[in-house]
């Protein structure tokens, strides 16, 4: 309830920009990640920050730590060019720890020398882990026994927070978790291996004018399971804020049905985060509409036209949240060339070329993924 000084106040701001939460501009506000027993804040000035720690201190004792490190992660912020800071994640130690664990199954899948290999690829290119292959249950029980939930579960933490260019393969794991493969084992460990060389390299955030911008793609490539396609979106402002790999929760009679879909999960997942920059005063950073990146012409034409065709009739009538938000302003969608879409790694095994090629962008160490103009990229990624 502190009132903020003048110049922290977001007078540039519409009421019905700035405030989703009904709070006056005139106050001092925190924005406060706790997880669990560790807590993670940013306030408008540090008195607001002490405050919220003297409550906390009060229930539970609490103490500061170093805020370079939290939960297996280390932030280095670099100020060397005083208008251009980056800050750079990762996770060398809570890899190493994984590989002490996993060494005697890297020894046993990769041979003695797995340190000297190095993967071009997180996932096998062509390789869909599915239930429809399930095993039977004697090799089920030998790779839950073998630790298969905490692999997965381990290698999860660190996909989420600085590999996001395995989170294909990691919705792949996550699907056996209940009856894994020798096959899906062996993949586990395949992707530790692929992360253990890039453990110094994290993902990076670079300060930034440019505007938010979005990349959306899905496979056509279904589930023998249930049917069902890959998708996938990366959210880029100065590195990846925002990555997502998932299976559609609908089945899709044709690749422009799926796209669709991958469309209004990115869009309503923008939607949202419009509605937080604004709370949190940074609502010029995204006055425009979000440019949202796809690569399937008549996909990205449906969100902007009524036309009703033999191909479109059946859509889910929810999926047309893309029509009202595009409509609305929130979001625009552009046509980007396949090879120029930074989130096709997010839906397939892409192969080692296009991993590559891709993978310094949807790790922020590229700028051009939030840097390039809101038009036809054209095949940026080979030039």
């Known amino acids: 309830s502190r009132k903020a000084p003048r110049d922290l106040r977001h007078s540039d701001a519409s009421d019905d920009q700035r405030v989703s939460l009904g709070l006056p501009d005139n106050i001092e506000r925190s924005w406060v990640l706790v997880h669990t027993d560790d807590c993670d804040g940013y306030g408008t000035s540090i008195d ?27 932030r280095t912020l670099c100020t060397d060019d005083p208008d251009h800071w980056i800050v750079t994640v990762t996770m060398e130690a809570y890899i190493g720890q994984m590989v002490s664990t996993w060494e005697h199954e890297l020894v046993s899948l990769m041979g003695s020398k797995w340190q000297n290999r190095v993967l071009r690829t997180h996932w ?33 933490w660190a996909v989420r927070h600085c590999f996001p260019d395995c989170l294909y393969g990691m919705s792949q794991l996550c699907k056996l978790m209940g009856c894994p493969t020798d096959l899906a084992f062996k993949s586990g460990i395949r992707m530790l291996l692929c992360m253990y060389p890039r453990r110094h390299d994290g993902i990076r955030f670079s300060e930034t004018n440019a505007p938010i911008k979005a990349y959306v793609d899905a496979s056509n490539n279904p589930d023998p399971y249930d049917c069902k396609c890959q998708y996938g979106f990366a959210v880029q402002w100065g590195g990846p804020i925002i990555t997502k790999s998932s299976k559609l929760d609908h089945v899709g009679m044709n690749s422009t049905y799926n796209e669709y879909m991958a ?17 949190m005063g940074l609502s010029h950073v995204c006055q425009q509409a979000i440019p949202v990146f796809a690569d399937n012409t008549q996909a990205n034409n449906l969100c902007k036209e009524d036309l ?76």
Request: charged share 25%; net charge positive; proline share 4%.
């Open 48 to 74: 607001v920050l002490n405050e919220i720690k003297l409550i906390m201190h009060e229930e539970w004792e609490v103490k500061d730590v170093d805020p370079s490190y939290i939960l297996g992660l280390k």
């Open 124 to 156: 096998p290119d062509g390789l869909i882990l599915t239930k429809a292959l399930a095993p039977d249950v004697k090799e089920s029980t030998h790779n839950l026994n073998r630790g298969y939930q905490k692999l997965v579960g381990s290698l999860l």
């Open 263 to 279: 469309l209004t999960h990115a869009i309503k997942r923008l939607v949202w985060l419009r509605k937080l920059l604004c709370e």
């Open 308 to 383: 009703v065709t033999k191909g479109n009739m059946y859509f889910n009538v929810a999926y047309h949240y893309n029509k009202e938000q595009v409509k609305a302003g929130e979001v625009n969608v552009i046509y980007v060339a396949s090879d120029a879409n930074t989130s096709d790694i997010l839906t397939k095994a892409t192969g080692p070329v296009k991993e590559q090629a891709m993978r310094p962008a949807i790790l922020g160490y590229d700028a051009r993924s939030y840097l390039a103009p809101v038009d036809n990229l054209g095949n940026r990624w080979n030039s």
